[in-house]
């Protein structure tokens, strides 16, 4: 089954809303996470990623909540702008050692509409 | 310019043909990685390097292998390809397990 989980396939938020991204896990190890983003025929790049040592980390309008307890962590862009537009792909691994894997969720495509 | 190449990027073969994909980076990373991407699957992990010939099983290995015989590539290779296996295939390193991945441009595979 899928270890990691993006429920919602698309999302559509007002220009200048806030967007919030949700990514469930079921690796009670997991302890990397990390949000994706990813313009349609391009490569995905790493927005921002957080260590299970933190519940919250910011950048800019970019905030990731760890919810370890319940095995969820989201994204929540500010003041969403246009260019915002793109599937955000979540991502959870364990640093086992000798072990180490990265599970990707299967995306969430992000609308921000003027 | 830190950057991850992949070669080919468009690549049309038929069943039960071989198949290389290529990759290459040139950041010195010691960890590569191979995934394929599928409509509602999102970035699936085939196999993952550690460095030279440290290669280990991702979530999807069967019908691949792979090949680090330099730090800065790693090879994707289907023997008897499957029309399965169409797929866009993309690489990415990273200085190490849990750092930023850097990802390739991609290769799209067709198996008729």
């Known amino acids: 089954g899928q270890q990691v989980k993006q429920s919602s396939p698309s999302l559509t938020v007002q220009e200048g809303g806030i967007s919030i991204l949700n990514c469930d896990y079921e690796n009670d190890m997991f302890d990397y996470f990390a949000w994706y983003k990813k313009y349609p025929d391009n490569s995905p790049t790493l927005l921002i990623s957080v260590r299970s040592n933190v519940d919250k980390r910011e950048d800019g309008r970019l905030t990731v909540f760890l919810n370890k307890s319940g095995k969820h962590f989201s994204l929540h862009i500010t003041a969403s702008q246009p260019e915002d537009t793109a599937v955000y792909l979540c991502a959870a691994g364990a640093s086992n050692y000798g072990n180490e894997k990265i599970t990707f969720g299967a995306g969430t495509k992000l609308t921000i509409k003027p | 310019d830190m950057k991850v190449t992949q070669m080919p990027r468009y690549l049309i073969k038929r069943m039960g043909e071989n198949v290389l994909l290529e990759c290459g980076q040139d950041?010195?990373?010691?960890?590569m990685y191979w995934y394929r991407q599928d409509p509602g699957l999102g970035l699936q992990l085939i196999y993952i390097s550690y460095d030279v010939d440290s290669n280990s099983e991702g979530d999807i290995p069967k019908g691949y292998r792979v090949s680090r015989k330099k730090r800065e590539h790693f090879s994707l290779i289907l023997d008897s390809a499957k029309t399965n296996q169409t797929s866009v295939y993309f690489c990415?390193?990273?200085?190490?397990?849990?750092?930023?991945?850097?990802f390739g441009p991609g290769t799209r595979l067709t198996v008729l």
């Open positions: 950041m010195s990373h010691e960890t």
């Open positions: 990415a390193s990273s200085l190490f397990w849990g750092g930023e991945q850097y």
